[in-house]
């Protein structure tokens, strides 16, 4: 009390530090947890054959499963759960007991250094989110997507993001869904030709499609069962696109024409998938975070890349858990106003004053100071759980305050000063103050140290409550009577202002009609 100015001049410096240090604290969105579960997607080359896909999804399958921390295992190959194309596989993997492991991030990078030496096959190992909010399931936990008309300049563009964000440090396993190099054999039919030699297009196709397709010829039953019978060209045939060539069609006039007298046989690339969002032609790219990135940073750098890397006419965003990020963001940040906005009305309400609200809530900004400080010193995300925790402190705080307004503005109605209220109020409620805030903190401090399933979670809360309550107990003290006693001057300031104005005004004036004083 005695060095007020002072004490307002830390509490300004206080309240741009906040501002500061909530630009530089990482921000997160959901925290990884240990769920006891991990999940991986496999990839091999466009094109490969079923046979294939299933020979290199047994290496890596066998890999995973002699890993001792790895107790159950499932693998599928081809279309299906989450899987678009017949050159991908999924695996899930059941964990061993927390106990006997290390924690599923740490696991995770174990397991994804033995399997990336397996020739022929790109594995992409996630560890689940707790919360699934959305999105398409792809190689990687995070989406960005591209979107545009013209297939060209998507493609070209979305290979220029993918180049960009592979190069980024806060990023990993970067990939898209982007496969349009798959080999294939394009057969054209000569219509002239088949005609003068008495063949059809029909017969080409239904020669085709008996080779090569799935067509029931026959049932074979048995006195328990029944058999299908399907007509095919033996394996090695249909591995080997120069079997087309020993292809022949039998004619109108009974005679044998060979497939390639009646088309035209060429091997081409062309798009093994072609997604789509919203009706538009998109390429999703998707990423994971490196080990002590922040999603915040990545979604700040993906968007400049975007900015500075897509031509015009396409259009580009994030999807799933990064856009919920986005979101959110900007949805907590404007229900903190809120909750500080509907605060202030209800404390003007009960105090019937506009300055005393302003007192309580002085102490905000060293309760978030404290937050975001505990957060960076710690090396914690600014989670949404962290978010809440520091949306929680605004009531937690606020009592200190309200224990020595409440007392002060009583002392004044009795006529005592301002400074003697304040002063007589923070020696009398210290002790409760002090109790209250101890219960909190002690009653938080559990959370905060982050122990037992799920504690990943918990954790940021915590620290963003116990910091916040730590750092804003001592610096409230000092400031919020300050505080009082400053605003407690502005309305006298106002009164003398007013006397003042008003004794430049003649006091008596005559009227000319009546005569009488007024």
Request: aromatic share 6%; proline share 6%; glycine share 8%.
């Amino acid at each position: 009390m005695e060095h007020r100015p002072a004490t307002m001049v830390i509490s300004l410096a206080t309240l741009v530090g906040t501002i500061l240090l909530f630009r530089i604290v990482p921000k997160g969105f959901i925290p990884s947890e240990d769920t006891g579960r991990l999940t991986a997607v496999t990839e091999t080359a466009q094109g490969t054959s079923y046979e294939a896909m299933v020979s290199h999804q047994q290496t890596v399958a066998n890999i995973l499963a002699k890993d001792s921390n790895v107790a159950k295992i499932l693998s599928s190959v081809g279309q299906g759960g989450g899987v678009s194309t017949n050159n991908q596989g999924r695996i899930s993997m059941s964990l061993a007991p927390r106990n006997k492991r290390p924690s599923s991030d740490e696991l995770l990078r174990i397991l994804a250094r033995k399997v990336s030496s397996v020739p022929g096959i790109s594995v992409f190992l996630q560890n689940p989110p707790p919360i699934n909010v959305g999105g398409r399931s792809t190689k990687s936990q995070y989406q960005y997507s591209v979107q545009g008309s013209d297939l060209p300049t998507l493609y070209a563009g979305a290979n220029a993001m993918l180049a960009g964000m592979q190069k980024m440090p806060q990023l990993a396993d970067v990939t898209s869904d982007l496969q349009i190099t798959n080999p294939q054999v394009s057969i054209t039919i000569d219509r002239e030709r088949a005609s003068a030699l008495g063949v059809s297009a029909s017969q080409i196709e239904t020669s085709l499609y008996n080779a090569y397709g799935s067509r029931q010829v026959s049932t074979i039953y048995t006195p328990t069962n029944e058999y299908w019978v399907i007509m095919e060209l033996l394996p090695e045939f249909q591995a080997d696109p120069a079997a087309l060539d020993l292809l022949y069609i039998r004619s109108q006039n009974g005679s044998l024409v060979p497939l390639s007298t009646v088309t035209k046989i060429q091997r081409t690339a062309g798009p093994l998938t072609v997604s789509h969002t919203g009706q538009l032609p998109s390429v999703t790219l998707s990423f994971n975070l490196r080990p002590g990135a922040a999603l915040g940073d990545a979604v700040t750098g993906i968007d400049d890349l975007a900015r500075t890397t897509l031509p015009e006419g396409l259009t580009a965003g994030f999807y799933g858990a990064a856009q919920v990020f986005q979101d959110t963001q900007r949805g907590l940040l404007a229900l903190l106003i809120i909750a500080v906005f509907v605060i202030y009305v209800v404390l003007g309400i009960l105090y019937e004053s506009f300055l005393h609200p302003l007192t309580i809530l002085s102490g905000i900004p060293f309760a978030a100071f404290g937050a975001l400080l505990t957060l960076l010193v710690f090396r914690v995300e600014l989670s949404i759980y962290a978010f809440v925790g520091i949306i929680m402190l605004i009531g937690l705080v606020k009592k200190n305050a309200i224990m020595m307004v409440d007392f002060a503005v009583e002392a004044e109605k009795r006529g005592d000063s301002a400074r003697a209220s304040i002063l007589e109020a923070c020696r009398v409620r210290f002790r409760p103050i002090m109790m209250t805030t101890m219960a909190a903190l002690v009653g938080t401090l559990p959370i905060a140290l982050g122990t037992g399933v799920g504690a990943e979670s918990r954790r940021p809360l915590g620290i963003a409550v116990v910091g916040g309550l730590a750092f804003s107990q001592l610096i409230t003290l000092y400031v919020t009577p300050v505080v009082y006693t400053y605003l407690d001057e502005l309305p006298h300031r106002f009164a003398r202002r007013k006397k003042t104005e008003a004794g430049q005004v003649p006091a008596l004036v005559t009227s000319p009609e009546a005569g009488n004083r007024i």
